[in-house]
C-alpha cells in the first residue's frame, strides 16, 4: 500500500514572510522625491564680453548675507516678491516702457500673442542660507506659474496641471521661466 | 472554542510585503551628512528615478569628529567641490549612452548650509555641462 505523502508543514511560513517584509522595510524607503527644477546657464566662454540686455528688460533680485532683498535697488521682501515678479513678468502691450518689451509670438494651439522679454537675474552671497535661497526660487517660480495659469484658463478654459501636454507645451513655449543665476560674487561681504 | 484559523497568514502577508516591494526603492547610499530639505510649494515630482544623481550637503551626523561647518557628500562618502567633476563623469559613464544628456543631478543641501558651497558645486556642474539640476524640497502648505 502505497503511503500518502506526508503534508509540509506551514506554520512557520508566516514567520518567514515576516522576516523578508521587516527586511523590506529596513532597507527600502519610500520618499517621493520633489523639488525646483532649474536649468544651469552654459559657461561663460569670454567673461569680459558682456550680453548687453536693455536695462527695462531686467529685474534685479540681490540677496545679501543676512537674507534680506534688494529689488530693483530697493529692499524688498519674500512676502510681496511674488507679485512684484508677476507684474514685471505679464506681458504689457501696448508698449509701456516701465516693464519689459514684448514680442509677438505664433504658437500651434494658442495662435499669435505677445510675450515678455523679460528676464529676472537673481544674485545671491555666499553667505546667504539655503532655505532664504530656495525661498526666493520658490516664489519666483510661483509668479510664473500664475502667469502660465491665467494664460491656460484664458486659452483654453482650465489650469495648466488639466491640459495635455501638447498644449502644456504650448504654454511653457509662450511663457518662458527666465531666471538667470548670474556669475557668482560677493556682495555685501562675508 | 475552535482555535482560529491562521492558514492564510502567509498569504496576507506575503501581501504586505509584495505591497511594499512595488512602493518603494533601494536605499543606495548611508548619509553621513544630516539633511533637513527645505520647504516649497512650487514644486515638481523628480521623474525617472534612474537618470538622477545625488548631491548631498549639509553638516556631518557625526560632529565630535568632523565639526559642524556643512560638507559635501557623494556616493558614501565625504568629498570636496573639486570631485564633483569626476564624479559626474562616473555617473555619466553608468548610463546608457542614449540618456546620458537627460542625467539630472538632484541637490539634496540642509536649509541651514550657506550658499558659498552650494554655488561652487553649481559652478562644477556648469563646466562639467551637467546642466540639468533639481534643488530638492518638501512639498509644504503655504509659506509663512
Redesign the interface.
Known sequence: MRRAAPEIN??S??D???L??IF??V????D????????????VENPDIDIKVKERNVMNILVNKNNRLLVNGEAGD??TLKEVAKKFMTPHYPDNPSYPEVEEKTIALIGTIYSSKGVISLK????????M???V??EL??AF?EIKDELSVSKFGVKVDQLTEEKRDAINEAVPVRVS?AE?ENIGG? | MPAISTSSLPDIIFMLLFFFMVTTQMRETSLRVKIKLPIATEVQKLEKKALVSFIYIGPPTNTKMYGTESRLQLNDQYATVADVPEFIALEREARNEADRNFLTTSLKVNKDTKMGVVTDVKQELRMVGAFRINYSTLKGGKKQ
Open positions: 506551514a506554520g511560513m508566516a518567514i514572510a515576516f523578508l517584509l523590506f522595510l532597507t527600502t524607503t519610500m517621493v522625491d520633489s523639488g525646483i527644477t532649474r536649468r544651469l546657464p552654459p559657461p519674500i512676502s545671491n552671497d555666499r553667505g546667504t542660507s539655503y532655505d535661497y530656495i525661498m526660487q520658490n517660480a510661483r506659474n543665476e557668482p562675508n
